[in-house]
């Protein structure tokens, strides 16, 4: 691993306000390692001693119910003479906050040890009662992907809900909501290098590893970086990534990537509102709208056939398309995919970005109406209605062409990992840029096997009013179609080319003239390239 940070020997001052990150060698963290894969921690094992109530309250980040499980577990193990659980002890520990006893720790962790956790930075030393305490959020995380699945055991700063403070301006974040969502959403083809640009944690990196020969993962928080490292040597993986200290794309200058994700510190949180008191917190914040510049200048460090995969935030402004500001941002080089997946409006974007770093109504309600009311009084003195959240999808063509630009709004729930799709939408959309209508009709298309298709009708009707193509995966699109259309879609099992099912449908319809022929083929070509573009269509 590359890393050009200073190294000081962390501090295990339990009384220190934001304790170093965690700090490893490469010995240690094969030892760590080994302990927790020896403990059988995992993400069933949290679920299960903390039960079906318990669980679902920590990931909402209530803390109680789950104590209150984990506790009566571990006194039912001591009430019949056995000790706690090593999943027990590690997850009172590490992710309710609790102390524990060095002998238990010491016990769990056999090879490590207390005195081990505590020299890398995890744990307090003893206190006077044979106690330690967590320095660090530490979790098992898994994934499961084509070669296999892997757990993770993840560090972080220790949150709001162990603490009971607001987030300290440079807290490192663990594994939340939108760095799960960012990963869902990348494709996973393999690839020689991948960037991931703000690493945080580093819980992108430790995806990316897994498809990528080589990762460079950046951050402008060198406490960031000290995380990924961390995180990094705990898995096994530090010899393929590369550390660099920097602000958004200063660290790699000059350089190309075959894929960059990033989950940027894209929160739109005015002057006034830090005016008023709120800090700015790194892991979301840049002080500015960090967006346009980041995503124009990312065309130039795609490899040819490369992709950018981005989480962002962009604002709605009174009487204007917001398709028309992002549009602005796009790299000229570059294909463009932009989904909005939900609009706020500015007091709930406020409250919750002001919850997210700690400032609660019921902790300091003057605070947090201060922040508020700068907040939304900014928004509404540049006429910012809302603001939408989404996904921003790049990719750099193999060889110059026109690049394609879609930017539309898609809100449908969703389950599964949208990366298979996103890779399924690029490899067609790149596909059918480079053809003209003629050459589209020679492809043979095949209907995605999630595909159904509903018809309405009147009553007494001998047509239906409308037909709809529904997928049951990617995005969950329901797209209205042409009779021709649909029957496209019905035919196009990869025998038939476009023009023959066109030829087909204009016999059956009785098209009467050349024209009327043209005009069947031309509706199914612009059908096929709207299908394919959704994820409803692949060509054989």
């Known amino acids: 691993m590359n890393v050009a940070l200073p190294q000081p020997a962390p501090s295990a001052d339990p009384g220190a306000a934001v304790p170093p990150a965690p700090r490893a060698t490469a010995e240690q963290a094969l030892r760590l390692r080994k302990d927790l894969e020896a403990s059988?921690?995992?993400?069933?094992?949290?679920?299960?001693?903390?039960?079906?109530?318990?669980?679902?309250?920590?990931?909402?980040?209530?803390?109680?119910?789950?104590?209150?499980?984990l506790r009566a577990a571990m006194d039912e193990d001591r009430a019949a003479g056995a000790r706690p659980s090593p999943p027990a002890v590690l997850t009172a520990l590490f992710m309710l906050g609790e102390p524990v006893s060095a002998a238990e720790l010491d016990h769990v962790l056999s090879r490590t040890r207390t005195r081990g956790a505590a020299a890398t930075g995890l744990v307090s030393p003893p206190d006077t009662n044979g106690r330690v305490r967590a320095l660090v959020d530490l979790r098992p995380h898994e994934a499961r992907d084509d070669t296999g699945q892997v757990r993770w055991w993840v560090a972080s700063d220790l949150g709001e809900m162990v603490t009971g403070r607001e987030l300290a301006p440079g807290h490192v974040l663990g594994i939340g909501g939108a760095g799960l969502t960012l990963a869902g959403l990348v494709p996973r083809t393999p690839v020689g290098t991948a960037l991931d640009l703000g690493c945080g944690c580093g819980i992108q990196t430790l995806y990316l590893l897994r498809h990528a020969e080589h990762v460079t993962a950046t951050d402008v928080s060198r406490r960031a970086l000290d995380f990924t490292a961390f995180n990094v040597a705990l898995a096994g993986q530090e010899e393929r990534v590369e550390l660099a200290a920097g602000s958004l794309l200063e660290p790699v200058a000059g350089r190309r990537f075959d894929l960059v994700v990033s989950n940027p510190p894209f929160v739109l949180t005015?002057?006034?509102?830090?005016?008023?008191?709120?800090?700015?917190?790194?892991?979301?914040?840049?002080?500015?709208?960090?967006?346009?510049?980041?995503?124009?200048?990312?065309?130039?460090?795609?490899?040819?056939?490369?992709?950018?995969?981005?989480?962002?935030?962009?604002?709605?402004?009174?009487?204007?398309?917001?398709?028309r500001d992002v549009a602005d941002w796009l790299p000229?080089?570059?294909?463009?995919?932009?989904?909005?997946?939900?609009?706020?409006?500015?007091?709930?974007?406020?409250?919750?970005?002001?919850?997210?770093?700690?400032?609660?109504?019921?902790?300091?309600?003057?605070?947090?109406?201060?922040?508020?009311?700068?907040?939304?009084?900014?928004?509404?003195?540049?006429g910012v209605e809302g603001v939408g959240f989404?996904?921003?999808?790049?990719?750099?063509?193999?060889?110059?062409?026109?690049?394609?630009?879609?930017?539309?709004?898609?809100?449908?729930?969703?389950?599964?990992?949208?990366?298979?799709?996103?890779?399924?939408?690029?490899?067609?959309?790149?596909?059918?840029?480079?053809?003209?209508?003629?050459?589209?009709?020679?492809?043979?298309?095949?209907?995605?096997?999630?595909?159904?298709?509903?018809?309405?009708?009147?009553?007494?009707?001998?047509?239906?009013?409308?037909?709809?193509?529904?997928?049951?995966?990617?995005?969950?699109?329901?797209?209205?179609?042409?009779?021709a259309v649909a029957a496209l879609a019905g035919a196009a099992d990869g025998e038939l080319s476009v023009a023959q099912v066109a030829q087909a449908v204009a016999v059956l319809t009785g098209a009467g003239t050349a024209a009327d022929a043209v005009a069947v083929r031309a509706e199914l070509v612009a059908g096929v390239r709207e299908l394919a573009r959704c994820g409803f269509l692949t060509f054989g």
Request: proline share 7%.
């Open 270 to 323: 005015p002057a006034a509102v830090r005016e008023a008191g709120l800090a700015l917190m790194e892991y979301r914040d840049a002080g500015e709208d960090v967006l346009p510049g980041l995503v124009a200048g990312l065309g130039a460090h795609l490899q040819a056939g490369g992709t950018a995969v981005l989480l962002g935030n962009w604002e709605h402004h009174q009487g204007r398309d917001w398709r």
């Open 40 to 69: 059988g921690w995992g993400v069933d094992a949290v679920a299960h001693l903390l039960g079906e109530v318990g669980d679902a309250a920590l990931r909402r980040e209530v803390r109680l119910p789950a104590l209150r499980a």
């Open 390 to 483: 989404g996904y921003l999808v790049l990719h750099r063509p193999q060889a110059p062409r026109r690049p394609w630009r879609v930017l539309e709004e898609v809100t449908t729930a969703v389950e599964a990992p949208l990366g298979p799709h996103v890779a399924q939408v690029l490899e067609a959309q790149d596909l059918l840029a480079g053809l003209d209508d003629d050459a589209v009709a020679t492809l043979h298309p095949v209907l995605a096997a999630d595909v159904t298709e509903e018809r309405h009708l009147v009553p007494g009707a001998a047509e239906p009013s409308v037909i709809m193509l529904r997928q049951g995966g990617g995005l969950g699109r329901a797209v209205p179609v042409s009779t």
């Open 332 to 382: 000229e080089e570059a294909d463009a995919w932009v989904v909005e997946r939900e609009q706020q409006d500015p007091v709930s974007y406020a409250a919750m970005w002001l919850r997210d770093g700690g400032v609660a109504p019921e902790r300091a309600p003057e605070a947090f109406d201060a922040a508020v009311g700068a907040w939304v009084g900014d928004f509404e003195e540049r």
